[in-house]
Structures are given as C-alpha cells and as structure tokens.
C-alpha cells in the first residue's frame, strides 16, 4: 500500500508546491517507502502555470526540487483516493468539504507543527517579496517532523 498524500493551497504555485517538495526531501532522508507527495489548488485561477519564481528560487536555494510542475484543481476523487489531504488555511479546508462533505481525511500543515497556533495555517506569500517566500519554507519544514509522523501512521514504512 502507498500511502498518498496532497497538499492543498489556493492556487498551487506556492505553498502546496513547496510543502510537497520538502515532504518528498524530509521523506527520503528518513527513509520512508510508499509514500507519494503531490499537490493541488482549490480554485481554477492558476490551472496550468508552473510554480511562481519566487518559490522556485527559494526552493533551488535550499536544495530542494523546484521544477517539473504544472498547477491543477483538487477533485472530489482526488480527495477521495488521497490518505491525507494538507491544506494551508482553513479557507481550503472548508473548500474541499463542499467538494467532498463526507472526507474525513483533511487537515491543515500547521497542525502538524507543535509551535504553531491552532488553525493558524500556512502565511500566503504571493502576495509579497522574497522574503515571504523565506518565511513560507520555514514554517513547511518545521511541520515536516509531525507531519512524517503522521504519514508513518498510516502505514509508509522505513527502509531497511
């Protein structure tokens, strides 16, 4: 069994991206199988494009893979199929639940990091400079450890 999981954001050329990116990493390095990291958006705005340079830079800086990606729209069967499904704020979260009202497999990345408010979710940082890009990969790494916890829970297991 694979154990699937999708990160979620609005567009997904930023944080879904990037959080899929560095689970993929933080994965490998624990070495975990049977695991697969995608992402998706909820809105159609962005269906297509790849992810934003912003987020790319900050990506290749630290290492991580930054290419090889086109946006696309989560769908009720992708919800569906998916073990887990991270979104990066609350508003994607109740996005889905009208697209998917029975899924029981949703919640937020910063649920996974045990500094983060509760259902403080992930700072959109399109909106702004590099540094918001900066920012974004910090807060995803530091959910990475809970995460992979999780994803070990449901059933990925460590290479021997």
């Given at each position: 069994m694979t154990v699937k999981v999708v990160?979620?954001?609005?567009?997904?050329i930023c944080r879904s991206?990037?959080?899929?990116r560095v689970a993929e990493r933080a994965a490998a390095d624990a070495g975990l199988?049977?695991?697969?990291?995608?992402?998706?958006?909820?809105?159609?705005?962005?269906?297509?494009a790849p992810i934003d340079p912003r987020a790319q830079r900050?990506?290749?800086e630290h290492g991580y893979r930054s290419g090889g990606h086109l946006a696309h729209q989560?769908?009720?069967d992708e919800i569906d199929d998916a073990d887990l499904v991270v979104a990066a704020e609350p508003i994607h979260v109740e996005r889905m639940l009208r697209m998917a009202p029975d899924a029981d497999n949703l919640s937020l990345l910063s649920d996974y990091d045990?500094?983060?408010?509760?259902g403080s979710g992930l700072p959109d940082p399109?909106?702004?400079?590099?540094?918001?890009?900066?920012?974004?990969?910090?807060?995803?790494?530091?959910?990475m450890p809970g995460l992979l916890e999780e994803v070990r829970r449901l059933g990925a297991r460590t290479a021997r």
């Open positions: 990160f979620v954001c609005w567009g997904n991206p990037m959080a899929a199988e049977n695991v697969e990291f995608s992402s998706a958006a909820t809105s159609r705005e962005e269906i297509g900050v990506l290749a989560i769908t009720p045990p500094e983060a408010p509760e399109w909106y702004g400079g590099p540094e918001g890009f900066e920012d974004t990969l910090v807060a995803v790494e530091a959910a």
